[in-house]
């Protein structure tokens, strides 16, 4: 009934062209239904999702969140939030300059869902295991302080699971209970991986086995703009 | 390494003036460090923070949640998104029916950081043992579907850990990385909780002893007004 996750350490420094399921293969280890989840960071790099900027002007990053941003929610002092071509409203664009190399800014993958199948199917084909896995980002939000990981694309797991419809405990139909368990697995992997300690990859044991098969965070927890209250 | 987390399993229906330590104390392994997670229902049901509604008036608590809203942000169908006098940003300012007695409606804690110090006090002085406490709810939150658990109280533990300034991997200032590991801990539980399997109370073992210590969900988590671009 426990769940528990496991930080996946020696891994050595990523770069563009490298394989992330061999990387992860060599130094995890794995079962059947393990969730892994891995940073964006490292999809990133691997995948050379890497833009060159002025090292001497802390802000030429800038010019970059405008061309990876679709619309402009709010602005700030340097903060800006905006909306990704993903839909994710995050700072920045997703936009990142810590832990990449001094001259480069990494922008967030293309379309993290295939990033997380990749890895998911690089994995099977090493390992003959069949795991999910989760490609998390570290975002802000509004009317809480603070930054959680959460899920910007997952592969052989769902991202939301649906108990509408279960009866509680008094017997009652739940009204919406739709949680967002890719999210809350991506924080969770957060707890164990530190902001420096250079672990971009956590293993999650023990997830209900229903939650596993299809899944995508840009079909399931990206909120279409009809349907948002606060864009 | 690893962080587990371990649902409590068989504790009983809580009443109002049941004492919540004395429960889970009675059927949780606990050691030295543990972080207990226990779901906002139960903290509410325990402290007697119920009101009578119309059971055969599916709206009848709505009243109820305008006078536990300070500032209604949105509204749109049924849905109320407000502000309450916490400071929390949620659907129907915490008011819930599900998994409470029918005619009933549980109520936000009137001080969970307080509800939190009162069971690890409680927990302390049965045990011997110093442990943390997270009272967790569930929310919703723009752009994304899906409702995660995050901690609208807590005590032992900071809610929220600053790694500013912590050199990244290449040895570089971080410019922001405020981690609120007490929402990750409260998503990390919910995992094993399960939304009708009546499991109100999860431990996690394994997080960092440097969280340990002073913590408030309101001083840390609550953002000022003033500080927030989207009120």
């Given amino acids: 009934m426990s769940i528990t996750v496991t930080p996946v350490t020696g891994l050595p420094e990523v770069r563009p062209g ?5 990387l992860i293969a060599g130094h995890a280890e794995l079962a059947d239904g393990d969730v892994v989840v891995v940073t964006q960071k490292v999809v990133s790099k691997a995948e050379g999702r890497l833009v060159e900027v ?3 002007d802390p802000l030429s990053h800038k010019g970059v969140v405008g061309s990876e941003s679709v619309r402009v929610l709010r602005r700030r002092g340097d903060l800006i939030v905006s909306e990704t071509r993903h839909g994710f409203v995050c700072a920045n664009a997703g936009v990142d300059l810590s832990n ?7 922008l967030l993958p293309v379309d993290p869902d295939r990033s997380a199948r990749r890895i998911r199917d690089g994995l099977r084909a090493r390992t003959g295991l069949t795991v999910a896995v989760i490609v998390s980002d570290t975002f802000g939000r509004p009317w809480r302080r603070g930054l959680t990981d959460v899920a910007i694309g997952c592969a052989g797991i769902a991202a939301v699971v649906d108990l509408r419809g279960t009866p509680d405990t008094y017997g009652r139909e739940l009204q919406v209970t739709e949680v967002c368990v890719a999210d809350e697995l991506a924080g969770a992997a957060e707890l ?8 971009p990859v956590a293993v999650v044991r023990g997830v209900d086995p229903a939650w596993l098969g299809e899944g995508s965070v840009a079909a399931e927890v990206v909120r279409p703009w009809n349907e ?4």
């Fill in 18 to 22: 490298d394989v992330l399921a061999e």
């Fill in 228 to 231: 948002d209250l606060f864009r």
């Fill in 54 to 56: 002025d090292p001497a």
């Fill in 192 to 199: 164990v991986m530190g902001k420096s300690a250079g672990v």
């Fill in 100 to 106: 990449v190399e001094r001259g480069y800014a990494a």
